[in-house]
T-cell receptor, first 110, second 116 residues
Framework: DAKTTQPNSMESNEEEPVHLPCNHSTISGTDYIHWYRQLPSQGPEYVIHGLTSNVNNRMASLAIAEDRKSSTLILHRATLRDAAVYYCINPPSGTYKYIFGTGTRLKVLA | DTEVTQTPKHLVMGMTNKKSLKCEQHMGHRAMYWYKQKAKKPPELMFVYSYEKLSINESVPSRFSPECPNSSLLNLHLHALQPEDSALYLC???????????????FGEGSWLTVV
């Protein structure tokens, strides 16, 4: 199973950008990079996913390194509601194996 | 409607009891998942059903028995559990079919299980 490495925790001030890194050095060429987050007392929720090009949606942006061995989830203006554990996942292409790593606990300071 | 509903929200059971956790979705999804999550840990994949057939079993002990009676329902039957099985059990669903980009998974809020 593809292994991801993320910092255990990060802090950000409210309304400032946050860059959450993820290393996935064993990723295969066709494996997508997915990000989920889990707010307190809730199930995980989808944030964004991509393969090679940078991706944007209403929640966040995903920047993928050229060698695809790392990626960064960007929250453009953190709010208190963004305090959560953020998980980077590389499910093997064409499988249902969504294996969660340890994730990054994001704390947003008012 | 992007909702996965799990019942009960809380369950306390003895080690000799038999109980079930239930999960329901009406998004037309054909893949359904069970995850187990201990406090301060990431969710651990247990089972995946695809088109009502068991597709993945992550070497889960037989005291956990999944069942997918139809495309909308997923059960987890529990029998002879141990206190260390106490955890949050998360159900999820996604579109069926294995596509290269991966399917977005939608999670329920979970069932909190305490084994006494």
């Amino acid at each position: 199973d593809a292994k991801t490495t993320q910092p255990n925790s990060m802090e950000s001030n409210e309304e400032e950008p946050v860059h959450l890194p993820c290393n996935h050095s064993t990723i295969s060429g066709t494996d997508y990079i997915h990000w989920y987050r889990q707010l307190p007392s809730q199930g995980p929720e989808y944030v964004i996913h991509g393969l090679t090009s940078n991706v944007n949606n209403r929640m966040a942006s995903l920047a993928i390194a050229e060698d695809r061995k790392s990626s960064t989830l960007i929250l453009h203006r953190a709010t208190l509601r963004d305090a959560a554990v953020y998980y980077c996942i590389n499910p093997p292409s064409g499988t249902y194996k969504y294996i969660f790593g340890t994730g990054t606990r994001l704390k947003v300071l008012a | 409607d992007t909702e996965v509903t799990q019942t009960p929200k809380h369950l306390v059971m003895g080690m000799t009891n038999k109980k079930s956790l239930k999960c329901e979705q009406h998004m037309g999804h054909r893949a359904m998942y069970w995850y187990k999550q201990k406090a301060k840990k990431p969710p651990e994949l247990m089972f995946v059903y695809s088109y009502e057939k068991l597709s993945i079993n992550e070497s889960v002990p037989s005291r956990f028995s999944p069942e997918c009676p139809n495309s909308s329902l997923l059960n987890l039957h529990l029998h002879a559990l141990q206190p260390e099985d106490s955890a949050l059990y998360l159900c999820a669903s996604s579109r069926g079919g294995l596509i290269l980009s991966g399917n977005t998974i939608y999670f329920g809020e979970g069932s909190w299980l305490t084994v006494v």
